[in-house]
């Protein structure tokens, strides 16, 4: 099979999905073909942008506080929280991955070049092992693509607190 007919079935088959997931109608075709070009260049997060977006528009913080509770064992979000098997996760979106003080992290995480918005967060709550192998974080993952809006959203109000 030549890369074009690799590419085209991508193009297909991620067009497939953000119908089923979202219910979004065709808006999303134009992005879709973007981003499988840039699944086949390797950039799996890419496919996902669209689709958080969206579904951060509708997100509510505090379901995803609940959502939480699956985090918490490992971190706290509080501005100068201890870091605990996990680090500190206050300020998150939108920071370099791996830099919180104070806290030793995998050379996988440490090399990744990640910075965290929300279409890699959104990945790595789905799956943490699965893009960045090697992470320490174990975590199976949230599979409910809403759940994981929730939970970013909150992250995200406590980035940028509002009072
Ligand atoms: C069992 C403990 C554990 C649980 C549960 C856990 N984490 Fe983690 N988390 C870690 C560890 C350990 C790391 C550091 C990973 C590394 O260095 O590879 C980490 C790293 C992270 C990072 C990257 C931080 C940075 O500064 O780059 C984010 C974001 C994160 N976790 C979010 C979450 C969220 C959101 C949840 C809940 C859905 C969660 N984690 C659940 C242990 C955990």
């Known amino acids: 099979m030549n890369i074009l007919k690799i590419i085209s079935l991508l193009a297909m088959l991620v067009s497939a999905g953000c119908a089923q997931e979202t219910g979004a109608p065709a808006s999303n075709d134009a992005n879709s073909a973007a981003d499988t070009a840039a699944s086949?260049?390797?950039d799996a997060g890419a496919e996902n942008e669209a689709d958080i977006d969206a579904l951060l528009a509708a997100a509510?913080?505090?379901?995803g506080k609940r959502q939480f509770i699956f985090c918490q064992a490992c971190h706290t979000v509080a501005a100068g929280g201890a870091n605990k098997l996990g680090p500190n996760l206050a300020g998150i979106v939108g920071k370099e991955a791996a830099?919180?003080?104070g806290f030793i992290f995998s050379a996988a995480?440490?090399?990744s070049g990640l910075v965290w918005?929300?279409?890699s967060l959104d990945q790595w709550i789905a799956n943490p092992a699965a893009m960045v192998p090697g992470t320490?974080?174990?975590f199976a993952g949230i599979r409910d693509p809403?759940?994981?809006a929730n939970l970013i959203a909150y992250l995200q109000e406590i980035a940028n607190p509002v009072d």
């Open 40 to 42: 086949a260049n390797g």
């Open 60 to 63: 509510d913080p505090v379901l």
């Open 99 to 101: 830099v919180v003080p």
């Open 109 to 111: 995480l440490a090399e």
């Open 117 to 119: 918005d929300a279409a």
């Open 136 to 138: 320490t974080m174990v």
């Open 146 to 148: 809403e759940q994981r």
